[in-house]
């Protein structure tokens, strides 16, 4: 029980191809944005659609899979675990980010073939 106590699961689109950086250490490191919508009728009876986007990180063999696989647009399932970062900007106020880091990933869209 304890992979529950911070566990996130998410199917949702890549919002952008993802950025990949290698690390002086020779380590991958893949970032990517993943929107996720609910839909709603609202009191009116209109539907409305939410979107949430999400920062998700990867790293070594799973990196390298969003390096090879992924591209904007494709749709994806995955799980991973929330992380919570502050730091302060360059005016001296503090920002927070929380990022999805992915564990696993699966391609529920087929790439295309180019």
């Known amino acids: 029980m304890n992979n529950l106590r911070n566990s996130v699961r998410l199917i949702g ?3 952008a191809n993802p950025e990949i950086k ?10 990517a944005s993943l929107a996720t919508s609910d839909k709603y009728k609202d009191a009116d009876g209109n539907q409305v659609t939410q979107t949430q986007w999400h920062n998700l990180v990867a790293w070594g063999k799973t990196a390298d899979f969003f390096e090879k696989f992924l591209e904007k647009g494709i749709e994806v399932a995955l799980e991973g675990k929330i992380i919570n970062k502050s730091y302060t900007d360059k005016d001296g106020s503090k920002k927070y980010i929380s990022e999805i880091n992915v564990n696993e990933i699966l391609m529920l869209g087929s790439k295309k073939v180019k």
Do not use: T
């Open 22 to 31: 290698e690390l002086n250490s020779g380590r991958k490191l893949a970032k």
């Open 13 to 15: 689109n890549l919002g």
